[in-house]
């Protein structure tokens, strides 16, 4: 036994071992459910155990076995119950081989589990809650807390993901190299939601909150490694880092949200954004470049920027131009439009606005009118700038969002010379 | 996303409610109490409330040096808040599923009732996509 460095090391070490635990546990008894749950006591156990008794020799094997017999409990107790209630025994083909501790299928086993957690037939708020809580070994408290809905409904989640996982009958196994591709898609639309749920401008709400962004960076990062190979994984964990590199910079003292422009470049974390950059760096060469390693090299060329003025936006418009081709997302074409107004100027922007009209997808949606604001702003059309960031401030579910489309409209009706218009809109 | 369902009535409403049988106001009860284990077992649920009788309405200004001045005796029409819920959904068409099975409670004798539900979204602290 030694004893672990501080409770925070032992936490981190759980988090790291709890989807190999796990994967060990299922591939033995085949019951994901079960498993999962037994996995959990197990982590909680050691989280209570270690830091006041110090590590086992081998905290894997001493989690496997803890989970085991928690399994095997259950087992027993469940053919006990079917017993008294057909008075026949079935236990013969529950228990399955002994697993080889020995061996070492764990790598392989985290990546199965993601797959597992991630599969396209769970809805994305039960694939996110079981990713975080399978995959990441967060409680289901925590995790409850980290998306403010009440314990059990977050437990609930929890165990109809795993019902839906078990009625689907997807095997605890690699997917063929045919559905590869698509899982992983799917993996890392989870992660990236996961990061997006975590970034949130209310920095006052974090503290008592998971940081569910370091959360999907920690568990990206996990995947990075276990597939190094695939280069959009490396441009989802670079697009993370650069975003998050910007975080302190991105809103004021009163939680409000300063747009890109008009940051305090100081601020943005270096070490973050350095990391993206040797990511992307390595990944682009690799050929394959999907939509994730575009949008890390968008967010990259931003970062290279000492000024918002020397941002390279005609490399930023070559960029989206690549990403419309490559997805037919109306996102995309705002962005590219954006890009297409720095470039060669408001009116050129507008144009590919009325474009997003016509294509409809975008009705109703907030930030068409803020862009459109932004791009009369530009071109001198202060009352039509006005109106739009109204009709934006209208439509944002959001916050912080709402409050800066005000405060845009407010400060073009009453000219103030101390604020400068933004150069782009947040 | 969520979603606050906003339940109002008229203190008329209220006092018709409350001259309703046992047995019907028996039902009602477990309606709303099953519609909360409902939420919570397809993983909707985040909150709830009742709120006290309309006849203890205050509405409140700022007075004179910060004193609160309440204003009270409301007229029989006026619309109270009777309760809320709120739910965290996929879409707002599932909030107003939610809404409508609300509105639909049961009244006097079985019979279903159809009080208005006013759905709201709720702002979030969450601004747009990235990046």
Known sequence: MSAPSSEGGCEHLLRELAPQVLGAVIRRFRDFSV???????????????????????????????????????????????????????????????????????????????????????LSEASAIALTLRAVGGLTTAEIAKAFLVPEATMAQRISRAKQSIRSSGVPFRMPTSEERTQRLRAVMHVLYLIFNEGYVASAGSQLQRLDLTREAIRLTRMLHHLVPEESEVAGLLALMLLTDARRAARTGPAQELIPLSRQDRSLWDVGEISEGIVLLTAALPKGSVGPYQLQAAISAVHSEAARAEDTDWPQ??????????????????????????????????????????????????????????????????????????????????????????????????KPDVDNPPPHVPA | ????????????????????????????????????????????????????????????????????????????????LLGYWIVDVESPERAYEIA????????????????????????????????
């Open chain 1, 35 to 121: 498993a999962e749950d037994a996995v959990q006591e197990a982590l909680l156990a050691a989280a209570l155990q270690w830091p006041r008794e110090g590590l086992p020799e081998n905290p894997r094997a001493w989690l496997i076995q803890v989970a085991a017999r928690r399994v095997t409990d259950h087992i027993r107790q469940e053919v006990a119950r079917r017993r008294r209630e057909t008075e026949a025994a079935q236990e013969a083909d529950t228990v399955a081989p002994a697993f080889e501790i020995g061996s070492d299928p764990y790598q392989d086993d985290t990546l199965v589990l993601l797959f597992m957690c991630c599969h396209p037939a």
């Open chain 1, 316 to 413: 930023i418009l070559a960029l989206y131009e690549l990403l419309k081709r490559m997805s037919d997302n109306p996102m995309v074409m705002l962005n590219h439009a954006i890009a297409m107004a720095m470039v060669r100027g408001p009116a050129a922007g507008l144009e590919l606005l009325d474009e997003l009209d016509r294509d409809g997808r975008l009705a109703g949606h907030h930030r068409l009118p803020a862009v459109r604001a932004h791009f009369l702003e530009m071109a001198g059309d202060t009352e039509g700038a006005v109106t739009h960031y109204r009709i934006a401030a209208g439509r944002t579910a959001s916050q912080p969002e709402q409050v800066y489309l005000l405060t845009q409209a407010a400060r073009l009706s």
């Open chain 2, 1 to 80: 996303m969520k979603y606050i369902l906003l339940m109002t009535g008229t203190k008329t409403g209220v006092d018709t409610y409350r001259a309703w049988s046992e047995k019907d106001i028996r039902a009602h009860f477990a309606f709303l109490t099953r519609l909360s284990q409902e939420l919570t077992e397809s993983g909707e649920f985040v909150a709830t409330a009742p709120l006290g009788p309309p006849e203890q309405a205050k509405v409140v200004r700022v007075g004179q040096g910060g004193a609160p001045v309440t204003d009270g005796v409301f007229p029989e029409s006026k619309e109270f």
């Open chain 2, 100 to 131: 409508a099975k609300l509105s639909g409670g049961p009244g006097p004798g079985g019979t279903r009732l159809s009080m208005p539900i006013e759905v709201r979204q709720m702002m979030t602290p969450h601004t747009a996509e990235l990046p």
